[in-house]
C-alpha cells in the first residue's frame, strides 16, 4: 500500500454556547468553571496525537460548534496556537463560527488577526420575531452590525438562514441578507430533532412551509446573483466554502475535540478490503477523560454510498468514473439497478459520467441514497 497523502483539512469542535437554542441538537453546552481550560488542554494533547498519526499539510481550517466566538480572545487564541504548532494552518481559508452577539470590532480585529479570513455568521433571521421565537439572543440589527464589521475588515462573510418557519418574512429576509454584502449563504429547513426543546414543545414543521422555503430560496437568491453550488449553500463567484466542498468531494478531513468527526484514509497494515475509516470523538466529559473515538471501517461499498450521499449534494454532481477508480469497483455496473431508477424516474441526471440530482431529486435525496444501500 503506499504512503499516505498529507491531510489537508481541519475541523475543530468548540462545544460551548452561551444558552441552548430550543432547536439545537449538536453536541454543545453552556461553560462552566475550569471546563474551557481543561477542554484547550485536551484539544492540545489531541493535536499532537493527530499530527503523530498522520502526515498533514492544511488547505483550510474550520472552527465551528458550539459558538467558538463565545470563547474569550485569550482562549481562542490558545486554541490557534495549538492548532498551528502541531498540525499547521490553513493555506486556502479559515473559517470561524460567530454569533452576531458576540462582535465587536476590536473582537473581530483580533479574530482576524488570529489568522481567520472567513466568517460563518449565525443570522438566521433578520425578522425580530422570528429570532426570538428561535431562541436567539441578537436581534436584526446586531446581526446586520454585525455582518457589516466583518465585511469591512475584508473578510469573506457567509451568513446562515432558517427557512420553513411559520409566518416567516422569508422574501424579506432573503433580500435583507443578501443586502448585507456578504457573498455566501447558506440555508437550511428548521428541522425538529428528538431531545430538544422544540420537540418537546410539540412544535412542528408543515411540508408546505419547508417545500415554500426550498423553492422561494432557491429563487430569489439566484435573481440576486446567487449561484445555488449545494442543496443548501449559495454564493456570489469566487465565494464557495472551500472547507464544506471537502465533506461533499468525499475528501479526508482531520476532526480535533469532543464529538468531532473525521474521515481518514486507511493506513498501511489495515484489513483487507477497507479503504478509509471514520473517526467520532466522544462528548466533552468522556473526551476529557481520554476515551477514544469511535471507529468505523469503510469498504468499497459504503465509500460508494457515502460519496454518493455527498456528491449528489453538489449542483455539479459527482463523476461516477473518479469514483470508481477511487472505490476499486466500476459504479455503474454494481449499481446499475438503482441507477437506471432514479434515472427513470427523472430524480438523476447522468451525463459522460457525471451523475447529477434534479430539483425532484434533490428534495427526495435520502429516498434516492437509500436505493443504492
Known amino acids: 500500500?503506499?504512503?499516505?497523502?498529507?491531510?489537508?483539512?481541519?475541523?475543530?469542535?468548540?462545544?460551548?454556547c452561551p444558552s441552548i437554542c430550543p432547536y439545537c441538537d449538536f453536541h454543545v453546552l453552556?461553560?462552566?468553571?475550569?471546563?474551557?481550560?481543561?477542554?484547550?488542554?485536551?484539544?492540545?494533547?489531541?493535536?499532537?496525537?493527530?499530527?503523530?498519526?498522520?502526515?498533514?499539510?492544511?488547505?483550510?481550517?474550520?472552527?465551528?460548534?458550539?459558538?467558538?466566538?463565545?470563547?474569550?480572545?485569550?482562549?481562542?487564541?490558545?486554541?490557534?496556537s495549538s492548532v498551528r504548532r502541531h498540525l499547521g494552518w490553513g493555506q486556502q481559508e479559515n473559517t470561524l463560527e460567530i454569533n452576531p452577539g458576540t462582535v465587536s470590532q476590536p473582537r473581530a480585529a483580533h479574530w482576524q488577526a488570529l489568522g481567520f479570513d472567513r466568517a460563518s455568521v449565525g443570522v438566521q433571521s433578520l425578522d425580530n420575531s422570528?429570532?426570538?421565537?428561535?431562541?436567539?439572543?441578537?436581534?436584526?440589527?446586531?446581526?446586520?452590525?454585525?455582518?457589516?464589521?466583518?465585511?469591512?475588515?475584508?473578510?469573506?462573510?457567509?451568513?446562515?438562514?432558517?427557512?420553513?418557519?411559520?409566518?416567516?418574512?422569508?422574501?424579506?429576509?432573503?433580500?435583507?441578507?443578501?443586502?448585507?454584502?456578504?457573498?455566501?449563504?447558506?440555508?437550511?429547513?428548521?428541522?425538529?430533532?428528538?431531545?430538544?426543546?422544540?420537540?418537546?414543545?410539540?412544535?412542528?414543521?408543515?411540508?408546505?412551509?419547508?417545500?415554500?422555503?426550498?423553492?422561494?430560496?432557491?429563487?430569489?437568491?439566484?435573481?440576486?446573483?446567487?449561484?445555488?453550488?449545494?442543496?443548501?449553500?449559495?454564493?456570489?463567484?469566487?465565494?464557495?466554502?472551500?472547507?464544506?466542498?471537502?465533506?461533499?468531494e468525499g475528501r479526508f478531513y482531520l476532526g480535533l475535540g469532543p464529538g468531532a468527526a473525521g474521515h481518514y484514509p486507511a493506513p498501511p497494515g489495515s484489513p483487507p478490503g477497507v479503504l478509509a475509516y471514520r473517526w467520532t470523538n466522544p462528548p466533552l466529559h468522556e473526551w476529557l477523560a481520554g476515551a477514544k473515538p469511535e471507529k468505523l471501517a469503510i469498504d468499497a461499498h459504503e465509500y460508494v454510498t457515502d460519496a454518493l450521499f455527498m456528491g449528489l449534494r453538489l449542483s455539479s454532481g459527482i463523476n461516477l468514473d473518479a469514483l470508481s477508480e477511487r472505490a476499486g469497483l466500476n459504479v455503474q455496473q454494481t449499481y446499475a439497478g438503482p441507477l437506471a431508477a432514479n434515472l427513470r424516474r427523472g430524480l438523476l441526471v447522468l451525463e459522460q459520467g457525471q451523475l447529477r440530482a434534479t430539483q425532484s431529486g434533490w428534495w427526495s435525496l435520502n429516498r434516492v441514497v437509500a436505493d443504492f444501500l
Open 1 to 16: 500500500m503506499p504512503a499516505l497523502s498529507p491531510l489537508r483539512h481541519l475541523y475543530v469542535h468548540v462545544p460551548f
Open 30 to 80: 453552556t461553560r462552566q468553571a475550569g471546563l474551557v481550560e481543561r477542554y484547550l488542554a485536551r484539544l492540545d494533547e489531541e493535536a499532537q496525537a493527530l499530527a503523530d498519526a498522520y502526515p498533514v499539510d492544511l488547505d483550510t481550517v474550520y472552527v465551528g460548534g458550539g459558538t467558538p466566538s463565545f470563547l474569550r480572545d485569550a482562549e481562542l487564541a490558545a486554541l490557534t
Open 130 to 248: 422570528a429570532l426570538q421565537f428561535l431562541g436567539r439572543h441578537h436581534d436584526a440589527q446586531q446581526a446586520t452590525d454585525a455582518l457589516g464589521t466583518l465585511l469591512r475588515l475584508g473578510m469573506r462573510v457567509s451568513g446562515d438562514l432558517m427557512t420553513a418557519l411559520a409566518g416567516q418574512p422569508l422574501e424579506d429576509d432573503i433580500q435583507r441578507l443578501a443586502a448585507s454584502g456578504v457573498g455566501h449563504i447558506s440555508a437550511y429547513t428548521l428541522t425538529i430533532e428528538s431531545g430538544t426543546e422544540f420537540a418537546r414543545r410539540g412544535i412542528e414543521v408543515t411540508d408546505e412551509d419547508e417545500r415554500r422555503g426550498f423553492l422561494v430560496t432557491a429563487e430569489r437568491l439566484s435573481a440576486l446573483g446567487f449561484r445555488r453550488y449545494e442543496i443548501s449553500n449559495y454564493a456570489r463567484p469566487g465565494q464557495e466554502s472551500r472547507h464544506n466542498l471537502a465533506y461533499w
